[in-house]
């Protein structure tokens, strides 16, 4: 395969490196306020960040119709038109995070560690996911900037090594 192709491969891996890095924090979020063991508070965490998003997109027309109809129309003429349908959508929406707060609550006070443990699990995996897809696109050898970094760095105190930075008791040792 060609050189050049092989490169724009490796670099068509930024976007699932940055997804999953991103896609950490919710994850741990939304496993914080799951039921069940560590395991299932993790696993619920890692599929709804995926499914999650979807929603609110599906949902993001309808959201910025109401919301406009609600700045512009009159109170009469909102409520003709939406009815109490309205009132069960944003009902809907709050029963979501309400029931996630208390679940998050009741997490947090009974489970303690379990929670703690699926948090971490969770956010440690994607975040690792993402670090190794950099890795692999990288080719182990580090970023630009890194290295660019490491340039500059021997330009303006060209005395010190790395290994002495990183490594100070390995200097006196031959």
């Known amino acids: 395969m060609n050189k050049k192709i092989k490169n724009a491969l490796r670099q068509t891996l930024t976007v ?15 496993a914080a306020g799951s039921a069940g063991s560590a395991l299932g508070k993790a696993v619920n965490g ?9 929603d609110v997109v599906s ?9 406009h109809d609600y700045s512009v129309l009159t109170a009469r003429e ?14 809907g929406i709050l029963h979501g995070f309400i029931e996630w707060g208390s679940q998050f609550s009741h997490n947090v006070n009974n489970e303690p560690i379990e929670t703690i443990l699926a948090v971490i699990v969770i956010t440690s995996l994607l975040y690792a996911g993402g670090r190794a897809i950099r890795f692999i696109r990288q080719k182990g050898q580090g970023s630009y900037l890194i ?9 303006y105190w060209p005395e010190t090594k790395s290994e002495e930075i990183w490594a100070p ?4 040792k031959v």
């Not at 890692?46 to 979807?54: A, K, L, M, Y």
């Not at 993001?60 to 119709?65: S, T």
């Open 59 to 67: 949902n993001f027309r309808k959201l910025v119709e109401i919301s």
């Open 169 to 172: 008791e390995r200097k006196h």
């Open 147 to 155: 290295k660019l970094e490491r340039k500059i760095g021997q330009k």
């Open 16 to 30: 699932p490196e940055y997804v999953l890095k991103i896609a950490s924090i919710p994850a741990g979020i939304i």
């Open 46 to 54: 890692g599929s709804r960040v995926w499914t999650t998003p979807i």
């Open 78 to 91: 909102f409520t003709n038109k939406y009815g109490t349908e309205m009132g069960y959508y944003v009902v």
